[in-house]
């Protein structure tokens, strides 16, 4: 027997059978119950919508002989036939020629009462795809369609329909379907066809993928399961596809222009972790950035829900979006000679960074204009600049401390137990700094500070932005508080020549202590505090 594809199988016939699409189902039924039928049609939408299934099956319950509540009653000669090799419901595939000759034959036919049904039904599938003369000829026809026609436009692109061809038709707009529907649909078909070796997690990843199109998720469907596997993981599923959620590619733009280094970093390890081709995700941003530019500067180009996804990209500075598709232009020319993570990784923070100035000065916009958000952002702006200042206070005296306790036994314990940082890696909560730490080295350790190098210095931008993390996951490793430093291996050599150059000329390395240090800072900047600690003492200050 020859295999019928999953999608071919699970088509609705009824419906009953149609998935997400409520209300125009509820609409069509009541036209039907109450004989008000229309002559015109237009259903637009996504792909897998549901738009030709559901065109297909109105085209059968108009004529079905006994329709149960509006519905196809599939048991008479018109249902059970299901429309197949029906001579009075004409089907026309728009896209596969421009449809000059098919329009012209309706024209010519469509006068003829129906041989054998009640109504005739001409289904145009893709009918943006009409030539302009092919849309003239239909203009005429629905202008004045006879009393047993009825027309059912369907389109992906309602843009690229004439305004004189939809003001004639009565106008359905197919929604994405919600991933629980689609998850439930797909479940069923698995449970009908036994199929016992996809899980839960893989129909959820499915369903995410297809981004609201069943028929898309259902052949997906399909495809996993012929791969005739005992286990089907993630992996087999995304190679399948090769193509990448839309989502995740705005959030990564997100992460992008809110120069969230952090996640954007975390973004691209997660792309390369499920071995999704980064060139694909460098073209869908491009696409994406591309998108914006185009909203920008033109309405009604694009469906609603996705403008109202670009409507919030679209107050970023245009010469920042521009350099930031140079940067992927030039990424996806290094990728294809050679497809490094590294590679991709050093240029999202490129491009991330040029990002870093626009929030800033938004950040000073905003507190201007909005007195709610005022302390807020102050905080968070007060933070961005304080810490940097005692990153690099701290470090100068952290150097010189972890050089004063330098010990040879002591960097051979932390080196022993260093691999520890890869059980991280699939840890929810510190892969991404376990994947940072694991490209550190250890150059000097003391009891209870250690000093790594990187070879590159966003890596140490990173490392001192999550210099918390690092220590928590330290502690969980060596059950002990260590105190951390990070620099670029240039700056390495230059600390470790200075040591060198100290040891030789005798110069003694002696213990800074680090809060006293910030005490006396501290004094220097506050006379107030001063005078409050001269008449209360200094505890005062420090619990503050
Ligand atoms: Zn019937």
């Not at 996809?198 to 028929?215: E, Q, V």
Request: glycine letters at 2%.
């Amino acid at each position: 027997m020859a295999y019928i594809s999953l999608y071919r199988k699970y088509r609705p016939r009824s419906f009953a059978d149609v998935v997400g699409q409520d209300v125009i189902i509820k609409i069509l039924k009541n036209s039907i119950i109450n004989n008000k039928i229309g002559h015109a049609y237009i259903f637009s939408g996504p792909r897998g919508t549901g738009k030709t299934s559901t065109a297909k099956i109105f085209a059968n319950a108009v004529n079905c002989q006994n329709p149960i509540d509006g519905d196809v009653c599939g048991k008479c000669d018109i249902c059970k036939n299901n429309g197949n090799e029906e001579i009075d419901i004409v089907e026309i595939d728009a896209a596969s020629n421009n449809g000059v000759e098919e329009i012209r034959e309706i024209k010519n036919s469509i006068k003829l009462l129906p041989v054998e049904l009640k109504y005739k039904v001409y289904i145009i599938d893709e009918v943006h795809m009409l030539s302009s003369s092919a849309f003239n000829a239909l203009l005429k026809t629905l202008e004045e369609p006879p009393a047993h026609a009825i027309f059912i436009l369907a389109t992906t692109e309602i843009n690229k329909i004439p305004l004189t061809v939809l003001s004639r038709c009565q106008k359905f707009d197919f929604k994405k379907i919600n991933k629980i529907d689609i998850f439930k649909r797909l479940e069923y078909i698995i449970k009908e066809e036994k199929i016992n070796n996809i899980d839960k997690d893989i129909l959820n990843l499915i369903s995410d993928l297809s981004d609201g199109g069943l028929r898309d998720a259902i052949n997906l469907l399909d495809q996993v399961n012929s791969l005739n596997k005992d286990n089907i993981t993630q992996t087999d599923v995304l190679n399948l596809v090769g193509a990448i959620n839309k989502n995740l590619i705005i959030e990564f733009l997100n992460s992008i222009i809110e120069c969230n280094i952090i996640n954007v970093i975390k973004n691209v390890n997660d792309f390369y972790d499920k071995s999704i081709n980064f060139i694909n995700v460098v073209n869908n941003l491009e696409s994406l950035i591309k998108d914006i530019l185009i909203f920008n500067n033109s309405s009604n180009y694009f469906d609603k829900e996705y403008e109202d996804i670009l409507y919030n990209f679209s107050k970023i500075d245009i010469d920042l979006l521009l350099k930031a598709s140079e940067y992927l232009f030039a990424l996806n020319n290094e990728l294809k000679k050679n497809n490094q993570r590294v590679i991709s990784e050093i240029y999202l923070l490129k491009i991330t960074l040029l990002f870093k100035n626009e929030n800033l000065n938004n950040n000073i916009k905003n507190d201007s204009n909005n007195t709610n958000n005022k302390n807020h952002k102050n905080e968070e702006k007060l933070e961005f600049s304080v810490n940097k200042e005692e990153i690099i206070n701290n470090k100068a005296i952290l150097i010189n401390n972890v050089f004063f306790g330098a010990n040879k036994e002591e960097k051979e314990k932390f080196i022993k137990k260093y691999n520890n940082i890869s059980e991280y890696l699939t840890d929810k909560n510190f892969n991404s700094i376990a994947n940072l730490l694991i490209k550190a080295v250890p150059e000097v350790v003391s009891k209870d500070i250690v000093l790594f190098s990187f070879k590159n210095d966003f890596e140490v931008v990173l490392f001192d932005k999550n210099w918390e993390l690092v220590k928590k996951i330290l502690k969980n490793i060596y059950k002990k508080n260590y105190d951390v430093i990070a620099i670029s291996i240039n700056d390495w050599n230059i600390e470790k020549n200075k040591y060198i150059q100290n040891v030789k000329n005798g110069v003694k390395y002696t213990y800074i202590d680090e809060k006293k240090e910030k005490k006396s800072s501290r004094k220097k900047k506050n006379d107030l505090e001063n005078i409050v600690e001269d008449i209360f003492g200094e505890e005062i200050i420090v619990e503050e």
